[in-house]
């Protein structure tokens, strides 16, 4: 019996940024890798919904569908929310009955504690011109639930970097966890850096990577960077976009559906 495969990636969603072109340019390059179902769907504010996204795989025939979450970390809505919106409760995988068909549903993990990470950070202090002496900031939002996952996968690839060979890594969180923005450039100063090269371990461009953290780093919102000033030292900086729709992430996806639906 023929089987049709699917593929849905889940954002968050967000009213601000480019969240959507981010994922629309990766479910582009899925399609040009062979993959023929293939949909985007938000958690929330942003359509297609996931039950809309559902609904549109149920359409086009599909038996068995691998969502993947375009998060950087594993957490509450990758364990909970999401599946729960799914139909399939505290579950990674189960059936679900769309609009009168059945589909098996099968849900991957966030980016995470991969390697992919690191590898863009390295790529994009490379591409800032940067060096195993230059400062490393590597910035994360942060959260308030109990699992800590953001705090942990920022705090991890500081270690993975720090552990190939940069001698002035640190990381900063926007809120709810520590270092600070304010106390991780304290330190670098203090480290005696030159100059920062400040990374944000966000998915897209938005509120948060535009507007706060710039504020607190010191240069103006939705800029690449500028001199700042910290304990009466002038530092310059640079401040790199989001990993955003990294040809890295697409080879992780791809892999992982081809894993998943046996391709």
């Known amino acids: 019996m023929n089987v049709t495969k699917g593929i849905l990636v889940v954002g968050y969603g967000t009213r601000n940024g480019n969240l959507q072109e981010v994922l629309d340019t990766q479910v582009k390059r899925l399609r040009c890798r062979g993959w023929e179902h293939v949909g985007t769907a938000y958690f929330r504010v942003m359509s297609p919904t996931i039950p809309e996204a559902?609904?549109?795989?149920?359409?086009?025939?599909?038996?068995?569908?691998?969502?993947?979450?375009?998060?950087?970390?594993?957490?509450?809505?990758?364990?909970?929310?999401?599946?729960?919106?799914?139909?399939?409760?505290?579950?990674?995988?189960?059936?679900?009955?769309?609009?009168?068909?059945?589909?098996?549903?099968?849900?991957?993990?966030?980016?995470?504690?991969?390697?992919?990470?690191?590898?863009?950070?390295?790529?994009?202090?490379?591409?800032?011109?940067?060096?195993?002496?230059?400062?490393?900031?590597?910035?994360?939002?942060?959260?308030?639930?109990?699992?800590?996952?953001?705090?942990?996968?920022?705090?991890?690839?500081?270690?993975?970097?720090?552990?190939?060979?940069?001698?002035?890594?640190?990381?900063?969180?926007?809120?709810f966890c520590e270092p600070t923005i304010p106390e991780a450039l304290d330190a670098l100063e203090k480290m005696g850096v030159q100059r920062i090269i400040a990374i944000p371990l966000f998915i897209a461009m938005g509120i948060h990577p535009n507007r706060d953290i710039p504020k607190k780093l010191g240069i103006p919102e939705y800029s690449d960077g500028g001199i700042i000033t910290v304990n009466?030292?002038?530092?310059?900086?640079?401040?790199?976009?989001?990993?955003?729709?990294?040809?890295?992430?697409?080879d992780v996806m791809d892999q992982k559906a081809r894993e998943y639906l046996g391709e």
């Open 54 to 175: 559902l609904e549109k795989m149920a359409d086009e025939g599909v038996d068995r569908l691998i969502v993947m979450p375009y998060y950087i970390s594993e957490g509450t809505l990758t364990k909970e929310l999401i599946p729960e919106k799914l139909g399939l409760g505290t579950s990674d995988a189960g059936n679900i009955i769309v609009k009168g068909k059945e589909m098996s549903i099968t849900m991957t993990s966030a980016f995470d504690t991969g390697y992919t990470l690191t590898d863009i950070i390295c790529d994009k202090i490379a591409e800032a011109d940067g060096d195993m002496d230059t400062g490393i900031l590597i910035l994360g939002h942060g959260t308030r639930f109990r699992t800590k996952a953001n705090m942990r996968t920022v705090m991890m690839n500081a270690e993975r970097i720090q552990a190939r060979g940069y001698k002035h890594v640190m990381c900063g969180f926007n809120e």
């Open 232 to 250: 009466g030292r002038e530092i310059p900086l640079t401040y790199t976009r989001p990993v955003e729709s990294n040809p890295r992430l697409l």
